[in-house]
């Protein structure tokens, strides 16, 4: 594989999507909604506001079917405290995954179907590249903007919750050890599940809305861990961030072997 070839896909679908508002546009504001408005308006909440008695109740009976690692945490936390901790640490773990899946799939989406969509796929398929550096190099485009938006929106939300944090717990107490896990074992991973996803997706499909629409499916693994942890069936704890990245890992391997047979150049052609 010609890494040449590769860092010029690479280079001119960034350029591309560079120019592309519909693209951009979603992958700025996702995060300042979900690493700033959010985090800020429930840390400093409830300074502001009593806590309702459900809340309390809700929250009690939560930690109590918590694991005792970490209960331990929280142990010596008044209600508000506990009310902080939990949030940033918890319960908003697996909403932060939807930024790194959100963002390959709207650059796969543009860069796959967005191609046959302004109608310049067929001249790249007939450049001399093979179908892997083609494949590489788009895959490529997706995973790195998500990667790093994801890292840039971690430190957003470090800062945040610190500062906002800081006047309930007295401290600052961000990122933990299962954050770091988080960051750097599972985003990737859940960047490259997105991708694979909608690789499959774009070559059967016309446009980029269609394609955008059909992706929606990549947050269906999100919205089963944030209900199993709603639920009390699984808690973001170290170990299992380690196995989420796992499974993760696993899929990107099994979905990304089948994106690479269904980018086969001729099979491309023939659906133009």
């Given at each position: 594989m010609n890494t040449r070839t590769v860092r010029a896909i690479l280079r001119k679908d960034l350029l591309t999507l560079?120019?592309?508002k519909g693209v951009w546009m979603p992958i700025a504001i996702v995060p300042?909604?979900?690493?700033?408005?959010?985090p800020a308006v429930m840390l400093l909440a409830p300074t502001m506001v009593n806590f309702p008695g459900s809340t309390t109740a809700q929250m009690a009976g939560f930690l109590k079917n918590m694991p005792a690692a970490?209960?331990?945490?929280?142990?010596?936390?008044?209600?508000?405290?506990?009310?902080?901790?939990?949030?940033?640490?918890?319960?908003?773990?697996?909403?932060?995954l939807i930024i790194p899946m959100m963002t390959s799939s709207v650059i796969a989406a543009d860069t796959f179907a967005g191609e046959k969509e302004r109608k310049t796929l067929e001249a790249l398929l007939y450049t001399p590249a093979t179908d892997m550096e083609l494949f590489v190099g788009k895959?490529?485009?997706?995973?790195?903007?998500?990667?790093?938006?994801s890292f840039g929106s971690f430190v957003i939300y470090t800062i945040v919750v610190n500062a906002a944090g800081y006047p309930t717990l007295g401290r600052?107490?961000?990122p933990t050890g299962m954050w770091l896990v988080l960051i750097l074992w599972v985003v990737p991973a859940a960047a490259?599940?997105?991708?694979?996803?909608?690789?499959?997706?774009s070559t059967k499909v016309k446009s980029f809305q269609e394609a955008n629409q059909l992706g929606g499916m990549v947050v269906i693994p999100i919205l089963l861990l944030v209900f199993g942890q709603v639920g009390g069936v699984l808690y973001f704890?170290?170990?299992?961030?380690?196995?989420?990245?796992?499974?993760?890992?696993?899929?990107?391997?099994?979905l990304i072997r089948l994106a690479v047979k269904t980018f086969a150049r001729g099979e491309l052609i023939a659906r133009l």
């Open positions: 560079a120019q592309n300042v909604i979900l690493m700033i408005i959010m970490l209960q331990a945490q929280v142990a010596g936390l008044n209600e508000m405290q506990t009310f902080a901790y939990m949030f940033v640490v918890y319960f908003f773990a697996p909403f932060f895959a490529l485009t997706a995973w790195l903007p998500a990667v790093l938006v600052l107490f961000f490259g599940l997105a991708i694979g996803i909608m690789v499959l997706v704890s170290l170990p299992v961030a380690l196995l989420i990245g796992l499974v993760f890992w696993i899929a990107d391997a099994v």
